[in-house]
C-alpha cells in the first residue's frame, strides 16, 4: 500500500435529502483520518440515481458538510487530478471500463429481458438454488453480441465471476473478512440503457482516482465482494476498507427520523451548534485513548486513529448529545456565543438591546440554562420588551390574596426608583422595600414578583432578570398582572 502521506479518502453522498447524521459521521472519520495523515479528502458526488438525485440535495447537503467545516481538497466544486468529480459526467468512462472487461473476456453483453430474469428467478426458487444468473448469454459469441447491439439491440453487460473462488480481506475495523465460493452470480455492472451499478462505478472511480482508504457504513460490507472482483479484473491495488458500526436509536432499532431529528440541517435548525455534533458524532464509534469525551476539531485530529474504533453498534443517546453542545455553548466567549445567536433570535422576531454590554450581561443570566441556541430564543423572549405572556401557572399564582399587594408594592417602588434600569445590588434593596410595604415573604413575595417579570414563577433569578429590562416595561408588565 501507498505511504502515509499519500493517503486519499473520499465521501461520496447520493444527492437525495439532507445530510443525515450517519452520512456524516462517515465524512468527519474520512476528513480525520486524510488530517491527521496529512492526506486528501475528496467529495465525490454519486448521482446515477436519476430519479431520486437533484441539485437541490446537493445543494443542501453541500451547505450542511460547510456548516460542519468539513471541507474537501478535491471535488465537483474545487476541481482536482481526477476530474470529473460527479457520476453523471463519466458515463462515457465507465462505458469505455466496461468495453475493456468485454475485451479481455472478463465481461459480455446480456441480452435477458427483466421478464426473462424474473421467470430464473422463479424457476431457481422452485429448484431451491439461490436465484443466480443462470448463464444464458455467458457463451454467445462476443463479436456477434456487439453487432446486436449496434444493430440497436438493448443489452446489459454482465461480469463473469469465478464462483469457485473465495475471497477474504482485512477490514480496518472487522479484522478478517472471509466471502466463501458461489456467494454472488455474473452480475450486472452496466444497464441496458448504459447506466452504470454502484459496485462498478464506485470501484472505477476509486481506482482511477487512486483512493487509498474507504472507511464507510456497514451496510456496504456485502457490497465489498463484487467490488474486489472489479478490482481484481482491472489489476488495480485493492484500498483498505474500514465498515463502520451502525447507528441505533435509544431504542436499539436502526437511526431513523421516527427517533426525531437525524438530520444535519435539522439539528442546525435546532440550534445545535456544528463543532458539538461533530464531537458527539466522533464518539459513535470510536472512542479516545484517554477518558476525555469534550473535544475541539485539532483534539479530534491529534487522537483520532482507526485502531481506536469499535465494529459494535453505537446509540445514538440524545440526553449525552445536549450535555455535549450545552458544554460547547457555555465555553464560547460571549461575544462569540452572540454572533451564533443572534440569527435565531431575528428569525424568530425576538427583540434585543445593541449595547454590548447589555447582551453580554444577558448572556451571563441565560447561558447556564441554555442547551441549545434556541433555549435562547425562549429565554431572550421572556426580556423582549414587545413580548409578555402570563402562563398557566403564572395565572394561578395572581390568584393568591398575597399577590396584589406584592404587584402594587412592586409597581411602587419600581416607580420611584430613578434609573431607567436597576442593578443587581439596587434590586436587593428594592425587593426588601416590596417585602416591607406588602407584608409578604417566601414564595408569596418571589412568585408574584417573577410572574410580573417574566410571566411565569418559576426560572432565571430575579437579580440576574432585573437588570435586563427597563423601568418602564417592568411597570408596564406588572400593571398588565393587576388587572388581571
Known amino acids: 500500500m501507498s505511504s502515509e502521506n499519500s493517503v486519499r479518502v473520499r465521501f461520496a453522498p447520493s444527492p437525495t435529502g439532507y445530510l443525515h447524521v450517519g452520512g456524516a459521521r462517515t465524512a468527519l472519520y474520512n476528513w480525520l483520518y486524510a488530517k491527521k495523515k496529512g492526506g486528501k479528502f475528496i467529495l465525490r458526488v454519486e448521482d446515477t440515481d436519476q430519479e431520486r438525485s437533484t441539485i437541490e440535495a446537493l445543494n443542501m447537503q453541500v451547505g450542511d458538510l460547510k456548516w460542519l467545516g468539513l471541507l474537501w481538497d478535491e471535488g465537483f466544486d474545487v476541481g482536482g487530478p481526477h476530474t470529473p468529480y460527479k457520476q453523471s459526467e463519466r458515463l462515457s468512462i465507465y462505458k469505455q471500463k466496461a468495453n475493456e472487461l468485454i475485451d479481455a473476456g472478463k465481461a459480455y453483453p446480456c441480452f435477458c429481458t427483466e421478464q426473462d430474469l424474473e421467470k430464473k428467478k422463479e424457476i431457481a426458487q422452485k429448484e431451491g438454488r439461490p436465484p443466480h444468473y443462470d448463464g444464458t448469454c455467458r457463451n454467445l459469441d462476443v463479436q456477434q453480441s456487439l453487432k446486436r447491439m449496434a444493430g440497436g439491440d438493448k443489452a446489459a453487460i454482465r461480469f463473469k465471476v469465478d464462483s469457485s473462488k473465495s475471497y477474504t480481506f482485512h477490514d480496518l475495523i472487522r479484522n478478517e473478512v472471509t466471502f466463501p465460493p458461489n456467494m454472488v452470480g455474473d452480475f450486472i455492472v452496466l444497464r441496458s440503457d448504459g447506466m452504470p451499478v454502484y459496485n462498478f462505478c464506485c470501484v472505477v472511480d476509486d481506482g482511477m482516482m487512486k483512493i487509498t482508504h474507504v472507511l464507510r457504513a456497514e451496510e456496504h460490507l456485502s457490497n465489498t465482494l463484487r467490488q474486489m472482483m472489479i478490482y481484481e479484473s482491472f489489476n488495480w491495488p485493492l484500498p483498505l476498507f474500514g ?34 455534533l461533530l464531537n458527539f458524532i466522533s464518539l459513535l464509534g470510536w472512542s479516545s485513548p484517554t477518558a476525555q469525551e469534550i473535544f475541539s476539531i485539532d483534539e479530534l485530529i491529534k487522537q483520532f486513529d482507526l485502531d481506536r474504533m469499535t465494529p459494535s453498534p453505537a446509540v445514538f443517546d440524545q440526553k449525552k448529545f445536549n450535555w455535549v453542545n450545552a458544554t460547547h455553548l457555555r465555553a464560547l466567549p460571549n461575544e462569540e456565543l452572540w454572533s451564533r445567536l443572534v440569527p435565531y433570535l431575528d428569525e424568530h422576531k425576538v427583540g434585543y438591546k445593541k449595547d454590548v454590554a447589555w447582551q453580554s450581561q444577558a448572556l451571563e443570566a441565560f447561558k447556564s440554562s441554555m442547551e441549545t441556541l434556541m433555549d435562547g430564543v425562549q429565554l431572550f423572549r421572556y426580556i423582549d420588551d414587545n413580548h409578555f405572556e402570563v402562563s398557566a401557572e403564572g395565572l394561578e399564582t395572581l390568584k393568591w390574596k398575597e399577590a396584589e399587594p406584592v404587584l402594587r408594592a412592586w409597581i411602587d417602588v419600581v416607580r420611584n426608583h430613578p434609573h431607567d434600569f436597576i442593578t443587581e445590588a439596587e434590586f436587593a434593596d428594592l425587593q426588601n422595600k416590596v417585602k416591607d410595604q406588602s407584608g409578604q415573604k417566601g414564595k408569596f413575595l418571589f412568585m408574584p414578583m417573577r410572574v410580573s417579570v417574566i410571566g411565569k414563577p418559576h426560572g432565571t433569578e430575579l437579580k440576574l432578570l432585573i437588570p435586563l429590562i427597563h423601568k418602564k416595561v417592568l411597570i408596564e408588565r406588572a400593571e398588565k398582572c393587576l388587572k388581571i
Open 243 to 276: 465498515h463502520l458500526s451502525i447507528i441505533l436509536g435509544e431504542d436499539r432499532q436502526k437511526l431513523s427520523k421516527r427517533h426525531g431529528a437525524t438530520s444535519c440541517h435539522e439539528f442546525m435548525k435546532q440550534g445545535y451548534l456544528p463543532e458539538a
